[in-house]
């Protein structure tokens, strides 16, 4: 499978209009203390078990997009990982005194809902090109559905994100039994509670655009989709941010994710 070019794959970057700060997103001090210890003992004394850590880069940006069940799961994925993750958490995460220390110190990410999608993706582009590694629900939020499946249609932030970043490698997490971890709606763990992480091979958003399975394009049909004025560019880039999520979503479900 032949790859796209350098020229073709900075053309699709710029298309996703994402623009960061300009600041360097760093990680507290703190964070990365806990790291050292927290990840070994929380994996020591629970019953969560993890298959294909090793398909986690160590370094550099990097993606984690996983489904989402319950408020443990970015503990989870953070465990997993063994280095920092960042989220973008909503507002009402830091009303919470005792709770916006702990989200400050770790490096989270406060998003408004008023403020739009873009505006968050901005703040996570901040993340990746600080090269740090951005964790992300490609369904938007934790499902609602009180029976299984509970996979729900992905929003297509997560596809926009990795269209920025072509060459950053997009890691489908898939996340089983965290609901009897923590239920909805409960503060209570059961540690006790047997969770399945099952972690896939990372694709990268260049690899997926070449392939004739993905997105199917040439750089012919990148330069053709230049010259197109600016509704016909974004009409195809939705078109190319729903598949990749669909598929996204399809990989998790058939990593196991209920």
Same mark, same amino acid.
């Given at each position: ?19 960061? @700060? ?82 400050? @110190? ?23 090109? @600080? ?30 994100? =990795? =269209? ?22 409960? =503060? ?17 958003? =260049? ?52």
């Amino acid at each position: 499978m032949a790859g796209l070019s350098s020229d073709s794959l900075n053309s699709v970057s710029k298309l996703t209009g994402l623009e960061g @700060s300009g600041n360097a997103h760093s990680t507290p001090m703190f964070y990365k203390g806990l790291m050292q210890v927290v990840p070994v003992l929380v994996r020591t004394i629970t019953n969560v078990r993890y298959e294909g850590l090793e398909r986690i880069p160590d370094k550099g940006p990097a993606i984690l997009a996983g489904n989402h069940t319950s408020h443990i799961d970015p503990i989870l994925k953070i465990m997993g990982a063994r280095r920092p993750v960042h989220y973008l958490a909503k507002a009402e995460h830091f009303e919470d005194k005792t709770f916006q220390k702990l989200m400050i @110190s770790t490096g989270q990410i406060e998003t408004f809902r008023d403020s739009g999608g873009t505006d968050a993706l901005s703040s996570a582009v901040d993340v990746l090109s @600080s090269g740090n590694v951005m964790g992300i629900f490609p369904e938007g939020t934790r499902s609602r559905n009180k029976e299984p499946p509970y996979l729900s249609r992905g929003k297509t932030g997560v596809a926009r994100l =990795a =269209a920025r970043f072509p060459e950053v490698p997009v890691v489908p997490i898939a996340i089983i039994g965290a609901r009897n971890f923590m239920a909805p709606g409960s =503060a209570m763990v059961n540690p006790f509670a047997k969770v399945q992480v099952n972690v896939d091979n990372p694709i990268t958003f =260049a690899d997926w655009l070449a392939d004739p399975d993905g997105g199917n394009m040439t750089n012919d049909d990148i330069a053709n989709m230049i010259e197109l004025d600016e509704d016909g560019q974004r009409s195809i880039m939705k078109l190319l941010y729903r598949q990749f999520t669909d598929q996204l979503i399809e990989n998790l479900r058939v990593l196991g994710a209920p």
